[in-house]
């Protein structure tokens, strides 16, 4: 009898590189950082950089960790910087760092674990990220046209409408909306529980009125036409099933060319946009700082508690879902112009891909 279609087992090509001695290294050194407290995004991110190197490695004959030595290092420090994309553009020095600072990390830990003699990249100067604003940023004319583009008449329009007006007034991370839970969201203290986000960090952020009555209405009207079987995520996609972060920029980049705006990035755009119109309205930094759950910026010596209540009471003021569009009078200044370059390099590293 014939075999029916699609029914052959399909054996997994093997790993060119998994039998390497680095390679099983460094998934020990993997391995040591999940029990240690790092998170899985963080060893995924680490992988795709790590594993180039090795593939790299690997062409040039070296498959030892003890193989490795500080001019071969300069050597591969000095591919990355003439290397070119298929588009013909080179490595930004921010990719450039990304790519090189997880092997500082692996040579440390192999050089502690007594795996190699010494450790090579100790010694290595990474590239120094340059300090600069955001590519792109959207004003407030965009964003609401974003919004727009969003029709409620459906339930996956409503559920869009939703988590942009959620993206938009909370200013969170698309790793930390797709962990989102139902009971996260207060719609009575118009607040976010943000669960072990970036760092595994708990905080609590406002939530602005217009975007909980959308928040609302979608859960009254359009999350329960998803649901075949209960979950407690607090946005679900068609097959009802939680939302990942690749699905949210998916939508939200759906959104914007259904709005005419043709401009790179996605769901981290609305998280500049959420600093900046705030910025703009009268914010103090430390409460921006705050709510985007950043730790220190370049230009603050540490972090500044801040009371939920005075966050409510900042984002009520000065955010532009609930304000005519007041511009301040003046130049940006300094420590705006850190916040801003400070989320233009972790949109970097939140949406770096294998090249």
């Known amino acids: 009898m014939a075999r029916p279609r699609g029914t052959r087992n399909r054996r997994q090509a093997p ?31 680490r992988r795709i950089a790590i594993r180039r190197f090795i593939a790299w490695c690997d062409e040039r004959g070296l498959s030892d960790p003890r193989e490795i030595t500080k001019p071969i290092l300069e050597r591969y420090q000095r591919h990355l910087f003439y290397y070119r994309k298929p588009d013909g553009a080179p490595l930004t020095l921010g990719s450039q760092h990304a790519t090189l600072a997880p092997l500082k990390t692996f040579f440390k830990w192999l050089a502690r674990e007594n795996r190699i003699l010494y450790n ?92 909980a009555r959308w928040l ?66 009268g914010a103090d930094i430390r409460f921006i700082q705050a709510m985007l759950g950043h730790a220190s910026l370049t230009t603050t010596e540490r972090y500044t508690h801040v009371a939920i209540a005075k966050l409510q009471e900042i984002h009520a003021a000065t955010h532009p879902a609930r304000l005519a569009r007041a511009r301040p009078e003046g130049e940006q200044n300094q420590v705006r112009d850190a916040l801003l370059a400070a989320l233009d390099r972790e949109a970097d590293d939140e949406e770096s891909a294998p090249l």
């Open 120 to 211: 090579p990249a100790s010694e290595r100067e990474l590239p120094a990220p340059p300090k600069q604003l955001p590519r792109i940023l959207l004003g407030v004319e965009e964003i609401e046209a974003i919004l727009r583009a969003a029709d409620p008449a459906t339930a996956g329009g409503l559920r869009d409408r939703a988590m942009l007006e959620v993206l938009y007034s909370t200013g969170l991370r698309r790793t930390e909306m797709a962990q989102l839970r139902r009971y996260d969201a207060d719609l009575v203290r118009l607040v976010v529980f943000v669960r072990e986000g970036k760092g595994r960090k708990d905080r609590v952020v406002p939530l602005g009125e217009r975007a």
């Open 216 to 281: 609302d209405k979608y859960l009254i009207e359009a999350r329960p036409q998803f649901i075949a079987h209960e979950n407690e995520a607090l946005f679900v996609m068609d097959t009802g099933e939680p939302v990942t972060p690749e699905y949210l920029a998916t939508r939200v980049r759906h959104h914007m060319a259904a709005a005419g705006i043709d401009k790179p990035g996605a769901c981290h755009l609305f998280r500049h946009a959420m600093a900046t119109h705030m910025l703009d309205n």
């Open 15 to 45: 790993d060119p590189i998994g039998t390497l001695p680095l390679t099983r290294a460094m998934e020990a050194h993997f391995e040591w950082m999940l029990v240690t407290g790092y998170t899985a995004d963080t060893v995924r991110t």
